[in-house]
């Protein structure tokens, strides 16, 4: 096995990438673009308590209070 398909296997794939300008309605990896339009993030969207959560910056944030463009 080479060294770039263990990178592969770890990162997410392009399906499982998902964008737009809705919030999340189900767990998967999502890109997340705040306030400053100049930076892009990927974030892991999980159930936390029956409630889809991120870990931001050191804690569980429900989804609906990131702010977006």
Same mark, same amino acid.
């Given at each position: 096995?080479? =060294?770039?398909?263990?990178?592969?296997?770890?990162?997410?794939?392009?399906?499982?990438?998902?964008?737009? =300008?809705?919030?999340?309605?189900?767990?998967?990896?999502?890109?997340?673009?705040?306030?400053?339009?100049?930076?892009?993030?990927?974030?892991?969207?999980?159930?936390?308590?029956?409630?889809?959560?991120?870990?931001?910056?050191?804690?569980?944030?429900?989804?609906?209070?990131?702010?977006?463009?």
């Amino acid at each position: 096995m080479s =060294p770039t398909s263990k990178i592969n296997q770890s990162s997410p794939s392009e399906t499982d990438l998902r964008g737009g =300008p809705d919030s999340p309605t189900k767990p998967g990896v999502y890109w997340f673009q705040n306030e400053t339009p100049s930076r892009a993030l990927m974030v892991d969207v999980r159930v936390t308590n029956g409630q889809l959560t991120v870990w931001w910056p050191n804690q569980d944030v429900p989804v609906t209070n990131l702010k977006g463009p």
